[in-house]
């Protein structure tokens, strides 16, 4: 979320939008990324199990990677027009679930969001604390998609660091002393 730790609760929902994928789209990008029959074909695919070429699953997870990106930008927009100064956020640490649920076909429409489960500082980067999330997809017959459980960063407004934090700071700055503190 592009607002600050401290104004972020869990329950949190961010709408990214909707995608439609193309027959076009899906053969395209699995030619380059996931080139299976069953996603490239539409006549061999026609005698897969799926019955029709479907997209990749990590097709799936890029467009909501994408929207995920864009609902920031469009949230840290809308802080501003609203005159609040917004969050900073910060890089993922890592997925720690992704689950491809009903295949994506072509003329889908898929419904992304973003919803944070919880939160709590981080204990090794001062200042910035966890959003744990859930990404959901669902298409056009209310069928879950795609669901994945990530977390990121996003840094503390109200944070004031310790003395001893401080002198950590600097010290990891400087090289020596930072192979030092490793020890």
Do not use: C
Request: charged fraction near 25%; charge should be positive; avoid cysteine.
């Amino acid at each position: 979320m592009t607002r600050w730790y401290e104004d972020i609760s869990p329950g949190d929902t961010l709408p990214l939008g909707s995608h439609t994928f193309t027959q076009e789209e899906i053969i395209e990008y699995n030619l380059q990324y996931d080139n299976q029959y069953f996603h490239t074909d539409p006549e061999l695919a026609k005698h897969s199990h799926f019955g029709s070429i479907i997209a990749s699953g990590w097709h799936t997870a890029l467009v909501g990677q994408r929207k995920l990106v864009d609902g920031l930008f469009a949230e840290e927009e809308k802080l501003r027009d609203e005159g609040r100064e917004p969050g900073v956020s910060g890089p993922s640490p890592g997925i720690n679930r992704m689950s491809f649920i009903t295949p994506v076909r072509p003329g889908d429409t898929v419904e992304f969001e973003l919803k944070v489960t919880d939160k709590r500082p981080s204990r090794s980067l001062p200042g910035w604390g966890l959003l744990f999330n859930r990404m959901k997809a669902v298409n056009q017959n209310g069928e879950v998609v795609y669901v994945a459980e990530f977390v990121g960063f996003t840094k503390l407004r109200d944070f004031r660091p310790t003395i001893r934090q401080r002198i950590m700071m600097w010290a990891a700055r400087i090289p020596l002393l930072r192979k030092l503190l490793k020890r």
